[in-house]
């Protein structure tokens, strides 16, 4: 999930506001960087953090794995309450 935040953070806040009908950062501050952030270089520590520096078992990893299928179905599944209101029109 944080990966999507430093990736496409900006999109889902802005889907978020207009779903919502929000103003400004308020309710989406977990979705907003400071400008002098550069979210690519964050996403691409992390992944080295994550790939390099941490020692996973085997079955850490698959359940991992497991748990990161089940994310994202529950992420499509909360998109789909939301896929038909005014958060996806432009």
């Not at 999109?11 to 977990?30: F, H, N, Q, S, T």
């Amino acid at each position: 999930m944080y990966m999507a935040i430093f990736a496409g953070g900006f999109i889902i806040k802005k889907m978020v506001r207009r779903a919502m009908g929000l103003a400004g950062d308020d309710g989406v501050r977990l979705l907003s960087f400071n400008a002098t952030v550069d979210t690519k270089a964050v996403r691409k520590q992390l992944k080295l953090v994550i790939n390099h520096d941490m020692a996973f078992t085997e079955d850490q990893e698959a359940r991992i794995i497991e748990e990161s299928a089940r994310v994202f179905a529950l992420n499509n599944a909360l998109v789909a309450t939301v896929q038909h209101t005014g958060a996806f029109s432009r």
